[in-house]
């Protein structure tokens, strides 16, 4: 199956000069040995949800970087509910249990992976929800890790069954601010800070693990913010319900991941708006569910 790469640099990363490889410095080879689910292990968080106050917010990127789709502008939601958590490994096997759901990867054969040690994004055979580095690799000690490797279709078939929906990007941007307006509390880069799951150091040489994960992190592993909603910054990209722009062939994801880093794919903002096709899958990209 090949898919252009210009698909998979929609949500994974913003833009790079392709020459930039080859004068770039060694990988740390180790990287490679990191298996899904290392690093240090958290107590389970209750399967809750933080209800937010209806009523007109302002939402929008105020990074001085900001893409021009995302202008400063007021929204006016309902009052929602959302999970206090990422949709994690345990839930999604309940629900798979449950229904006996394919996921679109598992259908197709495999999905878009970033593994340690590589210079870049490759579509691997065998991987999916329960084998997000491919084939041998496995979520048996992630249980609480967030859900990875599912398309939209899975996380909005998830998110109905539970008698749920996937957020609007209106609805996530205003949770993940607490609220708050753009600009209300000082953009921090949790690359340096360590306070959200993201790459630490220059990628793709080295991660320095100063946060001590490399790839996803139990849910609950970093402080919540005001309103007690954990990683709504890193981890993973969460799915929204909204279509991107008006050709309505992609999707928007929120959030940032594991995988950004501050020289590349920076994207751990509230404000920014990631995008992908519907019908992919990504070890980075998982998923929120809303009420």
């Known amino acids: 199956m090949k898919i252009a790469l210009s698909a998979v640099a929609a949500i994974?990363?913003?833009?790079?000069?392709?020459?930039?490889?080859?004068?770039?410095?060694?990988?740390?080879?180790?990287?490679?040995?990191?298996?899904?689910?290392?690093?240090?292990?958290?107590?389970?968080?209750?399967?809750?949800?933080?209800?937010?106050?209806?009523?007109?917010?302002t939402i929008g990127d105020e990074s001085s970087h900001r893409s021009g789709d995302a202008p400063i502008h007021p929204v006016r939601v309902a009052p929602f509910a959302i999970d206090r958590h990422e949709v994690t490994n345990r839930q999604f096997a309940q629900f798979v249990r449950a229904t006996g759901y394919v996921t679109t990867a598992e259908r197709e054969g495999g999905g878009w992976l970033y593994r340690g040690g590589a210079?870049?994004?490759?579509?691997?055979?065998?991987?999916?929800?329960?084998?997000?580095?491919?084939?041998?690799?496995?979520?048996d000690h992630a249980a609480e890790h967030p859900v990875a490797l599912v398309s939209w279709y899975?996380?909005?078939?998830?998110?109905?069954?539970?008698?749920?929906?996937?957020?609007?990007?209106?609805?996530?941007?205003?949770?993940?601010?607490?609220?708050?307006?753009?600009?209300?509390?000082?953009?921090?880069?949790?690359?340096?800070?360590?306070?959200?799951?993201?790459?630490?150091?220059?990628?793709?040489?080295?991660?320095?693990?100063?946060?001590?994960?490399?790839?996803?992190?139990?849910?609950?592993?970093?402080?919540?913010?005001a309103i007690g909603l954990y990683d709504m910054l890193g981890n993973v990209w969460e799915w929204t319900s909204d279509t991107y722009d008006s050709d309505r062939t992609l999707r928007v994801a929120r959030g940032g991941s594991w995988f950004c880093s501050s020289n590349y794919c920076s994207a751990y903002r509230p404000g920014f708006r990631g995008k992908s096709p519907p019908d992919h899958a990504f070890n980075n990209v998982g998923f929120r569910c809303a009420r």
Request: proline share 6%.
């Open 12 to 57: 994974v990363t913003i833009a790079a000069a392709a020459l930039w490889f080859e004068h770039a410095e060694a990988i740390d080879a180790s990287a490679s040995s990191i298996a899904w689910g290392t690093g240090p292990s958290a107590h389970r968080l209750a399967d809750d949800m933080i209800l937010i106050r209806g009523g007109v917010y």
């Open 119 to 139: 210079r870049d994004w490759e579509y691997v055979g065998g991987a999916d929800w329960r084998h997000p580095l491919g084939r041998g690799s496995s979520i």
């Open 154 to 225: 899975d996380a909005n078939s998830y998110a109905r069954w539970a008698g749920k929906r996937l957020p609007s990007e209106a609805e996530w941007e205003v949770a993940a601010r607490a609220g708050l307006a753009p600009g209300a509390v000082p953009l921090r880069d949790p690359s340096r800070d360590g306070g959200a799951n993201v790459w630490q150091g220059t990628w793709p040489q080295r991660n320095t693990l100063a946060d001590h994960f490399f790839y996803t992190a139990p849910v609950g592993s970093f402080a919540p913010n």
